[in-house]
């Protein structure tokens, strides 16, 4: 267990939809990462909040928007949804000192 | 793009022998890491080496890090069954906090 919290875990929904994948990070951890991850292919950096703070961005569509909330949970929104999205979302917590992730075990979510 | 570029793609050895992955990177880093991801599972942390390192050992695990190449080595020695997942390179830049990874290489390990 890495202490990382992703819900929901299985998500289906339609082209068009909007849905809000929601990570607890470790408990400490001040930092948290969203990731995409596609059929057989590598992670894609989405977004990073340190703090409540956006600090780096990535590949993110603009249909895509986060935001980390004061009790440092965080929201990944997904609008307008596309067959394309059709992806595993990780979420990930830095430990401060050491810089490593520990990750949630991901919301799949399958756009029909 | 991707920071990161793991080689090979996928790779099958027998129980008992060992794995070698490599990845390559572009620009400079502060650290290099290693997960590992048993299919459809969240990553799991390996192994980090940081840019003024150049071998770290952890178990079966032996990474080496070359910053004048820019590339590095994932050895895991004396292979088990279980070892069979998807193994993923991270780089840390020093310009900002993004950790980015390159798309992994599939180990499978045959009994």
């Known amino acids: 267990d890495s202490g990382v919290t992703q819900t929901p875990k299985h998500l289906i929904t339609a082209t068009g939809q909007r849905v809000t994948l929601r990570c607890s990070p470790r408990?400490?951890?001040?930092?948290v990462y969203w990731y995409q991850q596609s059929l057989d292919q590598g992670l894609q950096f989405l977004i990073q909040?340190?703090?409540?703070?956006?600090?780096a961005k990535g590949n993110i569509l603009e249909r895509f928007s986060a935001q980390q909330f004061p009790d440092l949970h965080s929201e990944l929104n997904l609008s307008s949804l596309e067959l394309g999205d059709s992806a595993l979302y990780f979420c990930?917590?830095?430990?401060?000192?050491?810089?490593?992730?520990?990750f949630g075990e991901g919301s799949r979510l399958t756009v029909l | 793009s991707q920071q990161g570029e793991e080689d090979p793609q996928a790779l099958s050895i027998q129980e008992g022998e060992n794995a070698t992955m490599n990845c390559s990177y572009k620009?400079?880093?502060?650290?290099l890491q290693w997960y590992r991801q048993n299919s459809g599972r969240g990553l799991v942390h390996l192994i980090l080496?940081?840019?003024?390192?150049r071998e770290k050992h952890s178990g079966r695990l032996r990474v080496t890090l070359d910053t004048s190449k820019k590339s590095s080595s994932l050895l895991i020695t004396a292979s088990r069954a279980a070892d069979t997942a998807s193994y993923f390179c991270?780089?840390?830049?020093?310009?900002?906090?993004?950790?980015?990874f390159g798309k992994g290489t599939r180990l499978h390990i045959l009994p």
């Open positions: 080496i940081r840019s003024n390192e």
């Open positions: 990930a917590s830095r430990r401060a000192h050491t810089g490593e992730l520990f």
């Open positions: 620009t400079s880093i502060n650290n």
């Open positions: 408990s400490g951890d001040l930092s």
């Open positions: 909040y340190y703090n409540g703070e956006e600090r």
């Open positions: 991270a780089t840390d830049g020093n310009r900002d906090d993004k950790i980015i």
